[in-house]
């Protein structure tokens, strides 16, 4: 694992596979809400409404994924010290806020029209929107962390070990509507099975597929960006001493 | 005797002991909030331990089939509420949301008087079906059969 902790050799690699997730996902994700959009049946009972689940669920499904991505950046971090985790982690913190966001408002749009209201605090809502404020107390931190770090006053863990305690929320989400009696309905898609009719499930399949590409893409963008920082910040506090 | 600890595995070993410690902490916070994190109460929790009279609480269950019935005043609407255990009356006056019809679930806002639950507010729950609408009134076993068709 170590073979990719050189920041040279993974940025060679990034600099063609970032193209090679942005533009098929890019290309999937259109496809896919476009077939949601015009060729989908509405549903039995939310008519047109149903296909807004095109965005909200790979949304959804990224900014759980998003502070995954966080947890095991961090846990590799920790112990391992791989000099690439910690960057890999603060990577994801933007995208997967941005998907969280994404999710909670294209749910509060459906939640208007099929169940009569645009917000309830059940358990499923709750945990999320403490996951989106999850994310933005971590991306605070990370720059924080980042200054701290510029200034000279030494790496710091703190960011790591927040990455690590907020993943305990993604199990809780994810069990929200089986532990809780909620308005939010339990998962449509559980381990092998589903009760989405094929006409919806495949283009949300696809949806999904495509915008986890994107959101690896971004990630791979923000590492090459942080890495690019890191450089120049080195490269300015040489020129400094000199 | 001296056993060397690589600090990696030092690390490693006091990670997991945090994570089990933070994963049995919150277990324990989402077992003690198992009652009070539930949105609503079940028709038969309402039954066999109802709040007192005027306390807002929300009441959630399925529509029963045939029950609701539209007073002459053209607002009211008087239905049931039930689960697999227990039936309770809802009074409700306003405009309901698209999806309350009989048979699908419901979330009502309001209070009991009585033996019947008084509703401000009725919120619709849908199930995690989706089902396109030309094939809501097959049977599973024809559903099953166009969709093999059309394959």
Redesign the interface.
Known sequence: MHGFANPARFLRMARWLMPLMLVPGLILAFGAVAWGLFMVPPDRLMGQTVRILFIHVPSAWLGMAGWSTIAIASLVELVWRHPLAGIAARAAAVPGAAFTAICLATGSIWARPTWGTWWVWDGRLTSFLILLFLYFGYIALAGAAQRDAAAGEGASRVTAIFGLVGAVNIPIINRSVVWWNSLHQPPSITAGKSSIDAAFLYPLLIAALGFTLIFGGLVLARMRMLLADIQTEARLRRKAMA | MSTMIKP?HQ??VL?IL??VA??GA?LLA?YA??KQ??????PSELVAKPPEAGRAVRL?GMVEKGSIKTQPDGVTINFIVKDDKARVPVRFSGI??????EG?GV?AEGRMEGTTFVAD????????????????NMTSAEAKAV?AETK
């Open positions: 990696k690390r490693l990670i945090a994570l933070l994963i919150g989402a909030l198992s994190a539930a949105y609503f109460y079940l959630g309901t949301p698209d999806l309350f019809v699908s979330v507010n009725l919120l619709a729950k849908h199930d995690e079906k989706y089902v396109p609408r030309e094939m809501k969709i």
